[in-house]
Nanobody, 121 residues
Framework: EVHLVESGGGLVQAGDSLRLSCAAS????????MCWLRQVPGKGPEWVSA????????YYADFVKGRFTISRDNAKNMLYLQMNNLKPEDTAVYFC??????????????WGQGIQVAVSS
């Protein structure tokens, strides 16, 4: 059973940085592509970033390219999202998810519980 726990969210000002962490258990983390999703109230989830199982390939949605960096530590079963130059439009609940975005977006059983990120202008 996929178990993911996010941490590191909070309230920051525009231009600030945050680092989200995700602790994974219940599956073979090193064999799984991973991704970050986000969702705002009243809207569907959207893909933010993804990383291959070995960390060699990273992918970003256009709206975070150049500002966010995804990484992983397979020895620690940890996934990270470094978010720099945050904007008010980045305000959302962020979810760590197992699998590639195509799979994860449609299966909430692959998500963590989510963590709030709020960016004030």
């Amino acid at each position: 059973e996929v178990h993911l726990v996010e941490s590191g969210g909070g309230l920051v000002q525009a231009g600030d940085s945050l680092r989200l962490s995700c602790a994974a258990s219940g599956f073979t983390f090193g064999d799984a592509d991973m991704c970050w999703l986000r969702q705002v109230p009243g809207k569907g989830p959207e893909w933010v970033s993804a990383i291959d199982e070995d960390g060699t390939g990273t992918y970003y949605a256009d709206f975070v390219k150049g500002r966010f960096t995804i990484s992983r530590d397979n020895a620690k079963n940890m996934l990270y999202l470094q978010m720099n130059n945050l904007k008010p439009e980045d305000t959302a609940v962020y979810f760590c998810a197992a699998g590639d975005p195509t799979e994860a977006l449609h299966n909430k059983e692959l998500w963590g519980q989510g963590i709030q990120v709020a960016v004030s202008s």
